[in-house]
């Protein structure tokens, strides 16, 4: 496919401003928490659920976004998740109750499950293999990283100048511009036939999670052996075993399971997961830290997230730029490794610790090691799959994140809510008793980010080919535009 170079320019900008904004609404509200409590009278387990709910819903439905994106057209999809995602930031916007927020977080879920994988697969099609798709990933992953930790500044410049509702406002305009340029620069493909896509398997999958989820949640009040608890893990477990076996009886399934054939692709996948369940919790546990024992505003504790950004940007360009002369294992394992010793740094935190001594440096290494990892990691999980195959490659890539963010959030959150009850019970101070249950998460999550270096490891030492992918089973090939 050939594209003019200003029009790829314009595809390029389109892409990571869309990727932007559905990654920065995953931590965008962690610096509101404390006010949307205060507003609307949220729980603490309701917090947890207001960024669960955007990423339950947005991993369950990515596989089915990413093929959507495959069969009836890439810019289709994208305009159609651009339009879900703005409606549903509108509805948050104008909410008035935790049920209704709940529910609009959720629906901006659908709507970036749909719109992200687009994204992924609008770049993988613009921009052929090599030096040029190298850039446009390494970009992409850039904005994709950086969204997640400008989430915290963004969010405490609108609820300090403006409120809590903004977080969600911002997007509606955003979601107009981003709809404009889309219709100027993006050429259709899609497939010459339409199977039924397998909205079965997506809420399979989707209720599996959330039930999952929902049993981590539910161990900490009601306790691990109460009926609560584990009847929620064998309904995810059911759940979760009829698409597995959903995906292997029906002519188009969500996921065909010889895509994981591609040992790019499962290890790729794995570490995502990984390195996400750490990822997203620590933006939720260093907010609310900054805020709760440190004592910053919505703004202050916004600002301070500004380090981190920065070096997420300068991992991931950094990244884009050796990766043709380093390649992906080395640098992937490397960034992992960093990651994780910013974790365990993290876990060194007291609560006398100040921002300068305890939060600004295993920021920095976090940051920086995860810039460096998410630019192998976009382009391990679709490199050598036929262009047929690149919607499903991304929306797998981008439920590995979201799955993981969600099931980390969730797990690690259990931890340090237990860890902190304890600690108030046996006479702690609040201080004492928040930091000690955010540093066991933090510990926590260090390990599972070397476990994401370990299995990063296995990728093979150059990319395997085109040819050694899996060949498509019952499944129309795209049309080139």
């Not at 050939?2 to 610096?31: H, K, Y």
């Not at 596989?63 to 305009?79: S, V």
């Not at 992409?140 to 915290?152: M, P, Q, R, S």
Request: charged share 10%; aromatic share 6%.
């Amino acid at each position: 496919m050939t594209t003019a170079p200003g029009r790829e320019r314009l595809v390029l900008v389109v892409a990571c401003l869309a990727q932007f904004m559905v990654v920065l609404d995953v931590s965008i509200v962690n610096v509101a928490l404390p006010a949307m409590r205060e507003a609307l009278g949220f729980s603490a387990v309701g917090l947890q659920w207001v960024v669960s709910a955007y990423t339950l819903a947005f991993a369950g439905f990515l596989l089915l976004g990413g093929r959507a994106a495959d069969l009836f057209g890439r810019r289709r999809m994208f305009l159609v998740g651009l339009a879900l995602f703005g409606a549903a930031s509108l509805v948050g916007g104008l909410a008035d109750s935790p049920g209704l927020v709940l529910a609009a977080r959720a629906a901006q879920g659908l709507g970036g499950a749909v719109l992200s994988p687009a994204t992924l697969t609008i770049l993988t099609t613009t921009f052929a293999e090599g030096a040029a798709r190298s850039r446009a990933l390494g970009a992409w992953a850039a904005i994709g990283g950086v969204g997640g930790a400008v989430g915290g500044i963004a969010g405490g410049l609108l609820v300090h100048f403006l409120s809590w509702r903004w977080i969600f406002l911002v997007n509606v305009p955003v979601v107009l511009l981003t709809a404009g340029l889309a219709v100027l620069a993006i050429s259709e493909t899609r497939a010459e036939n339409r199977p039924r896509l397998d909205t079965g398997g997506a809420l399979l999958v989707t209720g599996g999670l959330v039930a999952f989820v929902h049993g981590v949640v539910s161990s900490e009040s009601a306790g691990w052996g109460s009926p609560l608890t584990w009847g929620s893990f064998v309904l995810a477990v059911v759940l979760l075993a009829g698409f597995g076996l959903l995906e292997t009886r029906i002519s188009s399934p969500l996921v065909p399971l010889g895509i994981f054939r591609v040992r790019t692709v499962s290890v790729a996948n794995a570490t995502m997961a990984l390195i996400a369940s750490a990822m997203f919790a620590m933006w939720y546990f260093v907010s609310l830290h900054m805020q709760n024992v440190l004592g910053f505003d919505a703004l202050a504790a916004g600002l301070a997230f500004l380090p981190q950004s920065g070096s997420i940007v300068i991992g991931s360009q950094l990244s884009s730029r050796l990766l043709g002369r380093v390649g992906t294992r080395p640098l992937l394992v490397g960034g992992a490794f960093l990651t994780a010793a910013g974790f365990a740094w993290f876990s060194l935190l007291t609560p006398e610790s100040t921002w300068v001594g305890g939060v600004l440096g295993p920021g920095v290494a976090v940051g920086l090691g995860m810039g460096i990892a998410l630019t192998p990691l976009a382009g391990a999980a679709t490199s050598g799959l036929p262009r047929d195959r690149a919607g499903l490659a991304s929306g797998l890539l981008n439920t590995s994140r979201q799955v993981g963010g969600a099931i980390g959030l969730s797990v690690l959150s259990t931890l340090a809510t237990a860890r902190a009850a304890t600690l108030t019970a046996e006479g702690a101070t609040t201080a004492a008793a928040s930091t000690a249950g955010t540093t066991r998460a933090f510990a926590v999550a260090a390990v599972a980010v070397v476990l994401a270096g370990l299995v990063a490891s296995l990728l093979p030492r150059t990319s395997p080919p085109a040819r050694e992918a899996p060949e498509p089973v019952d499944e129309p090939s795209a049309a080139r535009p």
